[in-house]
C-alpha cells in the first residue's frame, strides 16, 4: 500500500503544480494538521484514494469549513485495507488555542484510545501532528513533543508514528525518520510517500 503523507505547509509539487497523474498509486493520504482545507480538498477530489486527517494546532478554521471528502480521525481508530490507523491531533499547549493540550491531557486520550485499539488487536499507524518528546521535536515549548506517547508506544509497538508540526526547515538538523523501538516515527512535512 503507498500512503502519502503530509503537513504543515502546501506542497508546491501537489499544489501550485498540481496534475492528477502525481497521485497515480496512491492508496491513502494522511494528513498530520496544518494545512489549508482547500488544499485537502483538493487532493481529495483528485483520487480514489481515502484522505484522513487530525488537526494540527492551528487548524482552527475547520470547524467552520471542513475539507470535503476527508476524515477526520480525531481521537478514533479507524481501518482502511487492514491498516488500523489511530488519530490524535494537536500539540503541546503553549497559548491555550485549540487542540493544545497538557501532558496530562494527551495521556487521557490515549488511555481512551486504548480499549479500540485493544478491541481492534492493536494499531499500525498512530497519526499525530505533535512527535514524541525527544523524537524529531524542538527544544521551544511550543515545538516540544509529548512523553505520553512512551507508554502508548511501548505497549502497543505501532509500527509507524507519522506526525507534523516541526518544519523542517526551521534550521534543526531535524530528521526526517528516527527509530524507537519497534515504531519508526516519520516526520510528514510537506509531503513524504511510504510503502506499507
Given at each position: 500500500?503507498?500512503?502519502?503523507a503530509?503537513?504543515?505547509v502546501?506542497?508546491?509539487y501537489?499544489w501550485?503544480?498540481?496534475q492528477p497523474?502525481?497521485l497515480?498509486g496512491?492508496d491513502?493520504?494522511l494528513?498530520?494538521g496544518?494545512?489549508?482545507?482547500?488544499y485537502?480538498?483538493?487532493l481529495?477530489?483528485?483520487t480514489h484514494?481515502?484522505l484522513?486527517?487530525v488537526h494540527?494546532?492551528?487548524?482552527?478554521g475547520?470547524?467552520?469549513?471542513?475539507?470535503e471528502g476527508?476524515?477526520?480521525?480525531?481521537?478514533?481508530?479507524?481501518?482502511?485495507n487492514?491498516?488500523r490507523?489511530?488519530?490524535?491531533?494537536?500539540?503541546a499547549?503553549y497559548?491555550?488555542?485549540?487542540?493544545?493540550?497538557t501532558?496530562?491531557q494527551?495521556?487521557?486520550?490515549?488511555?481512551?484510545?486504548?480499549?479500540?485499539?485493544?478491541l481492534?488487536?492493536?494499531?499500525?499507524?498512530?497519526?499525530?501532528?505533535?512527535?514524541?518528546r525527544g523524537f524529531g521535536?524542538?527544544?521551544?515549548?511550543?515545538h516540544?513533543?509529548?512523553?505520553?506517547?512512551?507508554?502508548?508506544?511501548?505497549?502497543?509497538?505501532?509500527a509507524?508514528?507519522?506526525?507534523?508540526?516541526v518544519?523542517?526547515?526551521y534550521?534543526?538538523?531535524?530528521?526526517?525518520?528516527?527509530q524507537?523501538g519497534?515504531?519508526t516515527?516519520i516526520?510528514?512535512?510537506?509531503?513524504?510517500?511510504?510503502?506499507?
Open positions: 500500500m503507498k500512503i502519502l503530509i503537513s504543515d502546501e506542497s508546491k501537489l501550485d503544480y498540481f497523474e502525481k497515480e496512491v491513502l493520504i494528513s498530520c496544518d494545512l489549508k482545507a482547500s485537502l480538498t483538493l481529495a477530489t483528485f484514494a481515502p484522513l486527517y494540527g494546532n492551528h487548524d482552527t475547520y470547524e467552520r469549513t471542513p475539507p476527508c476524515e477526520c480521525i480525531e481521537d478514533k481508530l479507524v481501518e482502511v487492514g491498516l490507523i489511530l488519530g490524535l491531533g494537536g500539540s499547549r497559548s491555550g488555542g485549540p487542540h493544545q493540550y501532558e496530562r494527551m495521556r487521557w486520550r490515549l488511555l481512551r484510545a486504548e480499549l479500540a485499539v485493544r481492534a488487536g492493536g494499531v499500525d499507524i498512530v497519526l499525530t501532528h505533535a512527535p514524541p521535536d524542538a527544544e521551544d515549548y511550543a516540544r513533543g509529548f512523553e505520553a506517547f512512551f507508554p502508548f508506544l511501548d505497549r502497543f509497538k505501532p509507524y508514528l507519522i506526525h507534523g508540526h518544519h523542517m526547515n534550521g534543526l538538523n531535524i530528521p526526517r525518520k528516527v524507537r519497534c515504531t516515527i516526520n510528514a512535512w510537506e509531503r513524504y510517500a511510504l510503502e506499507v
